[in-house]
């Protein structure tokens, strides 16, 4: 680890430049080597610190406010966030000062604001804690919290800041017995049979990561394959599915299943996850609408989206992001669910889910759906599963999953699910 900080402080400010100011998501700037150079303890250092700036982005926006005469550009404010952040959580004020004072002279562009960056981080080390713990939740920004304030209401969306603001616990998926593995890795069992660690540590060191008795998944992301109930035997095709967690559940059921996702890279992770857990699929990489095997028994689809439910893990994607891709998610959505049910049997079922928290993307398109495909229907008894509570059964009969819900247990993704069957 470096003696000076300077290294993963650069480092995560340099993530945060990319983030707020490229609109480069966090998992690709570290998966392309942003971090590489760093030593691992380093590395989670400055992972850590982009992470809880962005999750506090906006509490510490309010906190710097007063001692601004006026907005001071990204850089700057960037610099003076991660400041905020390590201020607030006990680091000894000289070397928190200094660091992001010397990042901000070492950029020619803004050096000129050294003097303010050292002035501001020094008031904010006298309000300390106290001065952090007064101010509210951090608000979403407001080309996200528009849409989710229409869609469920400003109390809902300030419990769904909270969740956002207080992280995830790591959630994983049995194998086989989930009691086993609770046991085994010393987590509680959810009531839909999740099994959650609030302080893992290095997921690979965790008992059955060798053996292959459990993957990573969040609580919510599970309740998909869990409502469409797969049976050994039955003929079931994961349409996007990559990295594969929802995979891994329909193999370990004992289906038949086919695994389709156009992203390389992606599949390989697929088949990295099946073989590490000793399950069978088939993997076929391909474009979902150039896949035109028929007759499944029952179809996962995935759909690509907005990823909105999973701002707890992924706090820079507000910031990355601004909705413009909106509209193509929601027809691609559309495009995927009838190219589907081409793919599927009379009868057969098709389970369709997003990891978004905004109706566009998950009742509407049922609706949309219902009213496109004549004798299409609402599969509304699946539903009715252990661990899903009927205050989140919505009108066309999916299921919507928030942030929000099991705040006493620590929260879930934000889900949309809903069963179809074909005439
Ligand atoms: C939400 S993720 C799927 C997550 C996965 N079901 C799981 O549980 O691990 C969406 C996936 O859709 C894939 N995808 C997007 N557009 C696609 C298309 N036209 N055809 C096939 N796959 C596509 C992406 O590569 C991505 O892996």
Known sequence: MSKTGLPPRRA???LLEEITGEGRLMSELIGGGALDHLAAEDRARAQRLATDALRGADRADRMLKPYLKKEPPETVQNALRLGV??????EAAHGVVNAYVEIISLNKHVSSFKGLTNAVLRRISE????????RANPLTP???RQPLVAAWGRKSVEGIEAAHFAGAALDLTAKGDASVVAEAVGGVLLPNNTVRLKDAGQVSALPGFETGDWWVQDAAAAIPVQVLDPKPGMKILDLCAAPGGKTMQLAASGAAVTAVDQSHSRMARVKENLKRVGLKADCIISDAFDFTDDGFDAILLDAPCSATGTIRRHPDLPYAKDGSEFMELIEQQERLIDHALTLLKSGGKLVFCTC????????IQIDDALERHEGLTVDTATREKAGIDPAWFTEEGGIRLRPDYWADLGGMDGFYIAVMIKP
Do not use: Q, R, T, Y
């Not at 952040?85 to 006990?90: A, K, P, R, Y």
């Not at 309000?127 to 007064?134: A, I, P, Q, S, V």
């Not at 978004?356 to 009742?363: C, F, H, K, V, Y």
């Open 12 to 14: 995560a400010h340099h």
């Open 85 to 90: 952040i390590e201020l607030v959580s006990g």
């Open 127 to 134: 309000e300390g804690e106290k001065g952090w713990n007064k």
């Open 356 to 363: 978004s928290l905004l109706p566009d993307e998950g009742e």
């Open 142 to 144: 407001g080309w996200l």
